[in-house]
Structure formats: C-alpha cells, structure tokens
C-alpha cells in the first residue's frame, strides 16, 4: 500500500502513510512536523489541503478505467471547521461521491489524533 503514497513524492513529503487502499475508501495519516505548521504549532490549512488531495487521487488512481493515463485535480473546495490541527498525527478518510468515466469526486475528512473532525475536502479527479 505505501508504493502508492510513495509513487507521490509530496506525498513522501507529507509524511503520507496508508492503511486502507481500495477503490471505496482511502484511509491514511500524516505526522505532524514543524515545517507543515503555522504559528501555534497548528497544521497550515495549506498541508491539508495537500493531504487531502493525497488521499483522493490515489482513490481516482484505484478507480482509472482501463487504459487511462492518470490522473489529476480539476477542483478542490476545504471546509475547516473552526479548531486547529495540532499533536503529532492527521488521520484523513476518502470516500467515493461518484465515480464516472472521466471525473469521480471523493469526500476526505480529516481528524486530529483525538478523532476531532479538523477539515471536509471535496475534490473532483479528472481522468487523464
């Protein structure tokens, strides 16, 4: 499973690691570091942001049809919701909203080391 997180090297990055893998969901987390926070050791929205989108490509990537070449962002909307992203480690979720022959959108969210809900990401991943 981490050959795909690896195959991103922002992902790499990130710290990216994955426990669930498949074309229905994406499960994985990201340690907290320094350098990916902002003032108040809190998460800049920017690194989940970038998690998130982590997360969905490598579920549009589970779900290429045949013959694709990939994938990419076409669009991606955060919603943070009010409390700050802080300890040592993000767990993010990524869920299927619709997957077609040329877009799928996923759902992420991301939850702080005590379950706390931090950030909803919907993104829309253009088959290549």
């Not at 694709?68 to 009010?82: D, H, V, W």
């Amino acid at each position: 499973m981490s050959e795909l997180a690896h195959a991103m090297p922002f992902a790499r990055l990130l710290g990216l690691d994955l426990s669930i893998a498949t074309p229905d969901r994406v499960v994985g987390a990201m340690r907290v570091e320094a350098e990916l926070c902002t003032v108040g050791e809190s998460v800049h929205g920017g690194a989940l942001m970038a998690f998130a989108d982590c997360l969905a490509a490598i579920g549009a990537y589970l779900n290429l049809p045949e013959g694709a070449g990939g994938t990419a962002t076409l669009e991606s909307k955060t919603n943070f919701l009010g409390r700050a992203a802080s300890g040592t480690r993000l767990v993010g979720t990524s869920l299927p909203v619709s997957v077609g022959k040329r877009i799928s959108v996923w759902q992420t969210q991301i939850e702080d080391e005590n379950e706390r809900a931090i950030a909803l990401a919907v993104q829309t991943q253009l088959v290549l």
